[in-house]
């Protein structure tokens, strides 16, 4: 097994769940862009030709869930490659507060009265703003990531649902064709199974997807405020300067 992960891992998975999960997905997307597809029999009639029907709809409506879901797994990449620089961000912003630690430090020394204790709170009130922008950092990166797995089970259910769609079309048309020979192969019954897999698998990916939407709306939620405490700083931060510059330590190195 040790020797397996060690193979999968030099080929780029990180273990047989995101192997299982990747090549699925590839596969049945080869499959559906060579021509594969839910058989058409138009002049059929009766049950077996509404659940083809069925299945036809089951198949052009996954395909725009799997259009979406590219979409997502994109813009997800594109976070990934500012992960980085979220850890950067965060690491500018300690520096800051270290900063403004040395401009309160330099100000209890060099000003004088009021507007010493004036800057002191100021100091105060952006090393509060910082603080919460760091703290809303941390947890960014990890929920990137999350947000990524979300991604990519949901894929994987909705490339599942799809390969069972497209084996139930197949023995549909089977049955509708007449040529369901049990001593052969059970159309009947391998249909009635893949139905009950296909029922199976879309309450398994309502409930992924409801966890990606709100895995979505919550790392959304979380860069909105991050963008918005950032553009807040900036103000406070000035005016600090300025009034520690009035307050009579305008010549310290801090400042």
Do not use: W
Not at 116 to 122: G, L, Q
Request: with cysteine; aromatic share 2%; proline share 2%.
């Amino acid at each position: 097994q040790a020797a397996l992960l060690a193979e999968l891992r030099a080929l780029g998975y990180a273990d047989t769940i995101d192997f299982t999960r990747r090549v699925l997905v590839a596969e049945v997307g080869e499959l559906l862009a060579h021509g594969v597809g839910i058989p058409d029999s138009p002049q059929a009639s009766g049950p077996v030709a509404r659940i083809l029907a069925a299945m036809s709809r089951i198949e052009s409506e996954t395909a725009g869930l799997v259009s979406i879901l590219k979409e997502g797994q994109r813009l997800v990449d594109l976070l990934g490659k500012r992960a980085g620089e979220i850890g950067a961000l965060s690491v500018r912003l300690g520096a800051l507060r270290e900063a403004m630690r040395a401009v309160s430090a330099d100000v209890a020394v060099l000003g004088q009265g009021q507007r010493a204790d004036d800057v002191a709170e100021r100091c105060q009130q952006v090393d509060a703003l910082v603080l919460e922008c760091c703290e809303q950092l941390h947890p960014l990166r990890s929920q990137i990531e999350e947000l990524r797995g979300d991604l990519d089970s949901a894929s994987f259910r909705v490339a599942l649902a799809r390969l069972h769609n497209l084996a139930a079309g197949l023995f549909a048309l089977q049955i509708i064709e007449g040529e369901d020979e049990v001593d052969a192969y059970d159309a009947v019954g391998s249909l009635k199974e893949l139905c009950t897999a296909l029922g199976d698998g879309a309450d398994t990916l309502t409930e992924r997807v409801a966890l990606l939407d709100a895995r979505r709306e919550l790392v959304g939620g979380e860069l909105d405020l991050v963008a918005e405490d950032l553009g807040v700083i900036q103000g406070p931060i000035l005016e600090l300067m300025e009034a520690a510059a009035a307050a009579g330590a305008g010549r310290a190195d801090s400042v």
